[in-house]
C-alpha cells in the first residue's frame, strides 16, 4: 500500500512539473512576459501606485481621533496635515507617504502610529500609439465610458467599464485599433522599467478562445499597437466583428446607382453590400466596370475595377472586403454614354433643329 501511495506520488509530481514547462514554453513561443498571468502580476514586475494632484487618503492616527482626516493632494503634490502644516507627497507611495507623515507627527506626539489608506484614485494617463484610431494621451478613470469609432467620427458604437482600466480598455479609449493593427504585437511598455516591454498577443484567444492576459496600466505607461504584416480576409472579419475595432465604417458609392452618397455599413463589409445599401445599380450602370479607389497610409491611391457579382462571397479577386473612407464608382454602360455625349453634342444646335432633321443629316451618307 505505502509502494502505490509513493508511486502515485511520483506521477502526480511529474505531471506537475510537465504542466509547468507546458505554461513556460507556450508563454515563450507567444512572446508574453510570464510575470503577468490572469492579471495577477508579480509585484517586483509592477510598479507601486505613487500618488498624485486628486488622489484621495485617509490619514488615522491610534488613539487620537481629533487628527484622523481624509485629504486630497492638492495640485502642487501636497497635504495640509492638522497640526503639522503642508507636506510634499507627489510621487510617493503609500509606504513612503505613511513613513514621512509619522516623522512629521513625531515632533508633536510620541511614537505616533498612522494608517494610511487610498480611498480614490485619480485617472490614469497613458500614451496610446501606432495603428489606433485617435492616437494621444488619454486618462482614463475606475468608471469610464469608452467609443470605438473610426477616424471620421462618422460611426461609433460605446462601451463601458468599471475597476481599474487594463490594456483592453485603453484601446477602445483611443477608438479601437484601424484595419493595419496587429493585435499579435501589442506593445505594453511601463513607466518604472521602459526598456524591457511587455509584448501581448490577443489573435490566438479571439480565434482559438484561449485565456487571455489584459494587465492592468498605471500612470505613465505606453501603449503601442504595431501595424501588421499580412493579415487574411478570415482575420479581417474576425478583428471587425470584436471588441478591438469599431464595428461599423463609412464608404462613398457614387455614379449610376439609385441612391449614391455616404454609405454606413459593418466593418469589413464587401463591395456587393456597399452597393446594395446604395439602392443597387440602376439601368445607366456599367456592372463590369466598378472601380473601387482606396487612399493608403502613405498619401497614394489604389484603384482597381471589380465587376458586380451580387450573389458573391467575400472573396479578394471578385468582391473584396472594404475599409473605412472606401470610395466606389459605378460608371455608364455603353449605350449611357453614347446617348449622353449625343445630347451633349445636340445641345448647341437644338433650337436650330429637331430630332427629324438630325436623323435625315446623320444618315445622309
Known amino acids: 500500500m505505502k509502494k502505490i501511495g509513493k508511486n502515485l506520488l511520483f506521477v502526480l509530481t511529474l505531471t506537475y512539473i510537465a504542466q509547468t ?190 485565456n487571455f492576459i489584459n494587465p492592468y496600466i498605471y500612470d505613465g505607461d505606453t501603449i503601442r499597437v504595431k501595424k501588421a504584416k499580412s493579415r487574411t480576409e478570415d482575420e479581417s472579419l474576425s478583428i471587425s466583428g470584436s471588441s478591438f475595432a469599431p464595428s461599423s465604417i463609412t464608404v462613398n458609392v457614387i455614379g449610376e446607382v439609385k441612391q449614391p452618397g455616404l454609405k454606413k455599413i459593418r466593418s469589413n463589409s464587401p463591395l456587393n453590400l456597399a452597393i446594395f445599401s446604395a439602392g443597387g445599380l440602376n439601368e445607366y450602370s456599367n456592372r463590369k466596370e466598378i472601380r473601387l479607389i482606396r487612399l493608403k497610409n502613405d498619401g497614394t491611391t489604389f484603384q482597381k475595377k471589380y465587376k458586380y457579382t451580387p450573389a458573391a462571397g467575400i472573396s479578394k479577386k471578385i468582391n473584396p472586403a472594404l475599409k473605412d473612407g472606401d470610395v466606389i464608382v459605378v460608371p455608364k454602360n455603353l449605350l449611357a454614354q453614347t446617348s449622353t455625349t449625343l445630347q451633349f453634342i445636340v445641345e448647341p444646335v437644338r433650337p436650330i433643329i429637331n430630332a427629324a432633321s438630325l436623323y435625315k443629316i446623320l444618315n445622309s451618307n
Request: glycine fraction near 8%.
Open 21 to 210: 514547462k507546458s505554461i513556460y514554453s507556450s508563454n515563450a513561443q507567444n512572446n508574453i512576459n510570464l510575470s503577468v498571468i490572469n492579471n495577477d502580476v508579480l509585484t517586483e514586475k509592477v510598479p507601486k501606485y505613487k500618488l498624485g494632484p486628486g488622489d484621495k487618503i485617509s490619514i488615522k492616527i491610534f488613539q487620537t481621533q481629533d487628527f484622523n482626516s481624509i485629504i486630497t493632494v492638492l495640485p502642487d503634490g501636497t497635504i495640509n496635515l492638522p497640526r503639522v502644516g503642508l507636506l510634499k507627497v507627489w510621487g510617493l507611495n503609500i509606504e513612503q507617504t505613511q513613513k514621512v507623515i509619522e516623522e512629521k507627527y513625531k515632533k508633536i506626539l510620541r511614537n505616533p502610529i498612522i494608517y494610511v489608506d487610498l480611498v480614490s484614485t485619480r485617472d490614469v494617463r497613458v500614451l496610446i500609439s501606432g495603428e489606433v484610431q485617435r492616437p494621444g494621451i488619454y486618462s482614463i478613470g475606475l468608471n469610464s465610458s469608452n467609443t470605438l469609432a473610426n477616424t471620421d467620427g462618422g460611426e461609433s458604437s460605446v462601451s463601458t467599464s468599471e475597476g481599474w482600466p487594463t490594456v483592453i480598455e485603453a484601446i477602445q479609449k483611443a477608438g479601437g485599433i484601424t484595419s493595419n493593427g496587429d493585435i499579435r504585437n501589442i506593445e505594453l511598455r511601463r513607466s518604472n522599467n521602459s526598456e524591457v516591454p511587455l509584448i501581448l498577443n490577443y489573435w490566438d484567444s479571439l480565434s482559438k478562445g484561449i
